[in-house]
T-cell receptor, first 116, second 116 residues
Framework: AQSVTQPDIHITVSEGASLELRCNYSYGATPYLFWYVQSPGQGLQLLLK??????LVQGIKGFEAEFKRSQSSFNLRKPSVHWSDAAEYFC??????????????FGTGTQLKVEL | GAGVSQTPSNKVTEKGKYVELRCDPI?????LYWYRQSLGQGPEFLIYFQGTGAADDSGLPNDRFFAVRPEGSVSTLKIQRTERGDSAVYLC??????????????FGPGTRLTVL
């Protein structure tokens, strides 16, 4: 079955430390891939997206993600975390086949806590 | 410019009552999406409109849920005979035409529905 998996429900890192949030997908064809961030009281905000081409994509707020076809993964990274990065992060996909109208399928999210 | 707005921000109702949730998309966006986010979960697709018509309503959980977008702008999600399981945050997003590869969906802050 088609799915998006975020294995880590909660992650805690110290401010200034590096961060990697995992995302795996299971689709017949590589879907379009996204990372969103949701802060308390805020709407979902797109951090970055991957359609094709260079497998390392840069996003806003200093985030980047790497697409690895062999591992069906699209992990989000940041070299140095700031306290303001504390939020919930969602990996999401849009299938590239089936005419789905670009409806997003989200993972269950990873809650990031930043220790000062 | 103005983003996606949703009203009310919070709605508390009693089991069995009828509720309407409103979404004002970004001006000029022809595609409009509704998602539902239950506690501890990622958003789940409900329905999307391209213009005035519902292009895909496959995510509506049952016939108690209905959505309209009569003039191709504002949309209303309607829930009849509410149940406690309907309690969630209802998110609206809009984008330019829903074609691939992808037009970014911009999310509103959501309406938190609580059914007592």
């Amino acid at each position: 079955a088609q799915s998006v998996t975020q294995p880590d429900i909660h992650i805690t890192v110290s401010e200034g430390a590096s961060l990697e949030l995992r995302c795996n997908y299971s689709y017949g064809a590589t879907p379009y891939l996204f990372w969103y961030v949701q802060s308390p009281g805020q709407g979902l905000q797109l951090l970055l997206k991957y359609f094709s081409g260079d497998t390392l994509v840069q996003g806003i707020k200093g985030f980047e993600a790497e697409f690895k076809r062999s591992q069906s993964s699209f992990n989000l990274r940041k070299p140095s975390v700031h306290w303001s990065d504390a939020a919930e992060y969602f990996c999401a996909v849009v299938p590239t086949r089936g005419g789905g109208g670009n409806k997003l399928t989200f993972g269950t999210g990873t809650q990031l806590k930043v220790e000062l | 410019g103005a983003g996606v707005s949703q009203t009310p921000s919070n709605k508390v109702t009693e089991k069995g009552k009828y509720v309407e949730l409103r979404c004002d998309p970004i001006s000029g966006h022809t595609a409009l999406y509704w998602y539902r986010q239950s506690l501890g979960q990622g958003p789940e697709f409900l329905i999307y409109f391209q213009g005035t018509g519902a292009a895909d309503d496959s995510g509506l959980p049952n016939d108690r849920f209905f959505a309209v977008r009569p003039e191709g702008s504002v949309s209303t999600l309607k829930i009849q005979r509410t149940e406690r399981g309907d309690s969630a945050v209802y998110l609206c997003a809009s984008s330019l035409e829903a074609v691939q590869p992808y037009n970014e969906q911009f999310f509103g802050p959501g309406t938190r529905l609580t059914v007592l």
